[in-house]
């Protein structure tokens, strides 16, 4: 079973735009994480938001959580050709079991 | 720096046969784990390692064996490969289980006829 759900599942913009991505999960969690996979590798780990926090920013990163609606938004400012991937949301709800969703596949048109 | 490192990268079987899937992390991490990685779902987990010494169920363990060899290398072995198999897997870790951010392998991509 799958605890965390990305939406939209894609998502097609052009280089200079905002991209948000949201996630909705189902039970309490200690953490959320964002991941990005470029086509072909492995996940890359982007940001991490604690249970405790209410947004979180990288760069061009930025992270919202909300746990009253068991959801959160990744925002990429200003995207570029290279953001294009796709990106997992990752809950813990407390443990070893992390959980992915099924991902936003993200297109960025130069 | 090499991170996470799987072997092999790509692979393909017939139905009944075995093979091991291996997996090193040079971070001196405690937690380890195998996902695979099915179109539109995601990544599942199938068996973690907390630390040295122990290994548990994920969520698809079915099929699957784990060897924990020492705290650098995590093995993932199908002892009769079914196409249901098919799939990509990924072997990732973290300093200490999901508190931490994860680091991934290349993954390895398994085609089992």
Known sequence: ?110 | NAGVTQTPKFQVLKTGQSMTLQCAQDMNHNSMYWYRQDPGMGLRLIYYSASEGTTDKGEVPNGYNVSRLNKREFSLRLESAAPSQTSVYFCASSEVGGDTEAFFGQGTRLTVV
């Open chain 1, 1 to 110: 079973s799958q605890q965390g759900e990305e939406d939209p599942q894609a998502l097609s913009i052009q280089e200079g735009e905002n991209a948000t991505m949201n996630c909705s999960y189902k039970t309490s969690i200690n953490n959320l994480q964002w991941y990005r996979q470029n086509s072909g590798r492995g996940l890359v780990h982007l940001i991490l938001i604690r249970s405790n926090e209410r947004e979180k920013h990288s760069g061009r990163l930025r992270v919202t959580l909300d746990t009253s609606k068991k959801s959160s938004s990744l925002l990429i400012t200003a995207s570029r050709a290279a953001d294009t991937a796709s990106y997992f949301c990752a809950t813990d709800p407390g443990g070893f079991k992390t959980i992915f969703g099924a991902g936003t596949r993200l297109f960025v048109k130069a």
